[in-house]
């Protein structure tokens, strides 16, 4: 009887798991806003967000001289094979993406609640903040 108990609670728990996953979903993601971000010397930052799912990435408009940047942009991620989120947070300098500023990196395990959006705040240099939100159907 304890056999079965155990084998239908290991059953149970998979599928959970497995209900859980984002992987071979589309995963909807909503870069909203950041609070307190800085920039390099005293001028007001120029942020943008790069959201990277499976090798794949997508990037954010620059916000021109703003530290609480407002971006409210969706992207979407068809199929991904990972349930990893990476968040890159930079701050644009003139000239080339080489000379922007790295101000902080974040990963994400994401999990899927049907149509439920998940929030994630990345907390990058200086206790700046920028806030996600994402789900996967």
């Not at 870069?31 to 990435?57: E, F, H, M």
């Not at 994630?120 to 920028?130: L, R, S």
């Amino acid at each position: 009887m304890k056999l079965v108990v155990f084998t239908c609670l290991l059953a149970v728990v998979s599928f959970m798991a497995e209900g859980s996953t984002c992987i071979g979903k589309t995963v909807e993601v909503w870069v909203t806003n950041g609070i307190g971000l800085t920039g390099d010397g005293l001028a007001d930052p120029d942020p943008y967000v790069l959201v990277q799912i499976d090798g794949k990435t997508q990037r954010t408009r620059v916000i021109h001289s703003n530290s609480n940047p407002g971006w409210w942009q969706t992207f979407r991620f068809y199929s991904p094979s990972t349930n990893f989120m990476r968040i890159e947070v930079w701050e644009k300098d003139g000239g080339l993406r080489g000379d922007d500023d790295h101000l902080g990196t974040c990963v994400e395990d994401m999990v899927s609640q049907g149509n439920r959006f998940q929030h994630i705040q990345c907390t990058v240099k200086d206790g700046g903040v920028v806030k996600l939100l994402y789900k996967c159907t």
